[in-house]
C-alpha cells in the first residue's frame, strides 16, 4: 500500500477516527443506526433514543476537507464505539453491514482512509477472515466485550485469531465511561469512567496475561490509555513478584494513541510506552478540537520522535511495510489553512 504507483504520501496518520455509513439493517433488538434527515444525521435506537452525529462521520468529502485543513494525510476509520459494542453481541448481519461500509468508504478515499473492522461473538473469526478480504486492517473491540474483561474466556478467541492472522487490534472505552464509578452524570463519566475503563483494560493485558499468551499481538488502546500511564508504578509494586522489568517490557508492547487533551502529557507516554509506540489519534469527528490539537501535539515533540509519531509508529501498527518516502513535515511549519488551537472541551458526544 505504501510504494504503490498514485498512492498518497503518508505524511501524518490519524489511527483513532470513527465512521459510519447509511443502511444498516433494522433488526428486532433496535441495534442503532445511522438515519439521514433535513440535512443532518442521528444515530437512532430501537428503543427511541437518537444522538446528532457530525457529518464527517458519513459524508467522505467532509471529512477529506477536514483532513486537509489539519495536514492529516490519513486516517484510520473503526466504528462508532456504541456500534461495535451492539456488533458483537447481535446478528452477525449488523457486524457485515458495518464492515462493509467503512469498507466501501476505504475505496472511495482514493487511500487516505484505512479501515478497522468490528466482529460479532457468534462467529468472530469468519467476519475477521472476511474483513482482511475487504482489505480492513484488523479490528476495534470495546475495553470490555459483553460484560466481561479483556482477560476474561469468552474474549480470548479474538486475540487468538487476531494473532494468527496478524491482524492489529484497537481497544476503545465502552459505554463512555457509564458504570465504571459509583457516581454517574456526563461530564464524570467521560472525564474520569473513561481513563479508568481504559486503564482496567490496558490491566486486563498486561497483568492479565494477555499479552504474555500473545506474543503476537498488535494491540494500541486509544485515550492515552487512559489512567493507565499514570497509575502503573502502582499496579507493578501491587503485583510484588520481584521482576519488574517482566512488566515494564509488557507495557512497552502496547501501542497508544495521544488523544489526552494536553501535550503536557505526551512526554509520559513516551516514558512509559516508548516513543515507537506513540500514535496521532483525534476522535474524529466527535472531537473536532483535537483535530487542531493533533498538530499541536505533533509539533511539541522532539525532532526524533515526530516522523515516528506522524507516520512509522502507525505503518506498525497496521501491519504496513516502512514508508519508502521521507515525505514533509507538515507539523513542522505552520500550515495557514489551520485555524489557531483552541482550549480543549469535551462535548457530550464523545466517541
Known sequence: MTGSPGAPRFTAVDVHAHHLGPGLPALPSGAPRLVLEDGGGR?????????????ALWHLPTRLAEMDRVGLSHQVISPVPEIMEQAW???????????????????????????????????????????????????EIGTRMDGHDLDAAQPSVVWTICE??????????????????????PQLEIGLGMPVD???????????????????????????????PWVYPRLRMAADDGVPDRWDALVRRMFVD????????????????????????TDSPFLPEQLDEAARIADALPDPWRRAVAVHNALAFL??????????????????????CRTSKTPSGAG
Not at 105 to 112: N, W
Not at 167 to 184: E, Y
Open 43 to 55: 444515530i437512532v435506537r430501537g428503543d427511541g433514543g437518537s444522538r446528532a452525529v457530525p457529518p
Open 89 to 139: 453481541t447481535d446478528d452477525p448481519a449488523y457486524a457485515r453491514a458495518v464492515n462493509d461500509a467503512i469498507a466501501t468508504a476505504c475505496r472511495a478515499a482514493d487511500g487516505r482512509l484505512i479501515g478497522l473492522g468490528c466482529l460479532p461473538r457468534s462467529d468472530p473469526a469468519t467476519e475477521l477472515a472476511r474483513c482482511l478480504d475487504l482489505g480492513l486492517r484488523g479490528v
Open 164 to 185: 494468527e492472522a496478524a491482524a492489529c487490534v484497537l481497544v476503545h472505552p465502552v459505554d463512555r465511561g457509564r458504570g465504571v464509578l459509583h457516581r454517574s452524570g
Open 198 to 228: 481504559a486503564a482496567a483494560a490496558a490491566f486486563a493485558l498486561v497483568f492479565g496475561g494477555v499479552l504474555e499468551r500473545h506474543p503476537g499481538l498488535r494491540v494500541a488502546l486509544t485515550h492515552g490509555c487512559g489512567a493507565f
Open 258 to 281: 495521544t488523544l489526552v487533551l494536553d501535550p503536557e502529557q505526551v512526554p509520559l507516554l513516551a516514558h512509559r510506552f516508548g516513543a515507537d509506540r506513540l500514535l496521532l489519534g
Open 319 to 340: 501491519g504496513l511495510p516502512p514508508d519508502p518516502h521521507r515525505g514533509d513535515d507538515p507539523f513542522h511549519t505552520p500550515d495557514p489553512r489551520r485555524s489557531p
